[in-house]
């Protein structure tokens, strides 16, 4: 079974950027597609990001397009979402997620293609 950890988060002011990273292991990473959520107090977890199993694809929710980045090294067995002009509206716990199976388009950014889950990363976004 895959674990996921995520790092990186912390409190930033407004318009500062962030790199979070997600190391997965006990399985091979390159297999995988992986996807970035968040979950802000009192909402849903919503997707914001997701990269196919080769990086060839990503997506991104459309409150974050143009400002979030993801990327994955599968030798180092990390994914990472680069965040810049971070808002406070930005302000979630941060989780990844990996679906051994291909997951067609923007269904990537989709809560019920997943199972597997990190503990999160605090992301405050707070002058």
């Known amino acids: 079974q895959l674990q996921l950890v995520e790092s990186g988060g912390g409190l930033v002011q407004p318009g500062d950027s962030l790199r979070l990273s997600c190391s997965i292991t006990?399985?091979?990473?390159?297999?995988?597609?992986v996807a970035w959520f968040r979950q802000a107090p009192g909402k849903e977890r919503e997707g914001v990001s997701c990269?196919?199993?080769?990086?060839?694809?990503?997506y991104y929710a459309d409150s974050v397009k143009g400002r979030f980045t993801i990327s994955r090294d599968n030798v180092e067995n990390t994914v990472s979402l680069l965040i810049d002009s971070l808002k406070p509206e930005d302000t979630a716990v941060y989780y990844c997620?990996?679906?051994?199976?291909?997951?067609?388009?923007?269904?990537?950014?989709?809560?019920?293609?997943?199972?597997?889950w990190g503990q999160g990363t605090q992301v405050t976004v707070s002058s």
């Open positions: 990269i196919s199993s080769d990086g060839g694809d990503t």
């Open positions: 997620t990996a679906n051994l199976y291909p997951v067609p388009g923007r269904r990537c950014l989709q809560l019920y293609e997943y199972e597997y």
């Open positions: 006990r399985v091979t990473l390159a297999y995988y597609a």
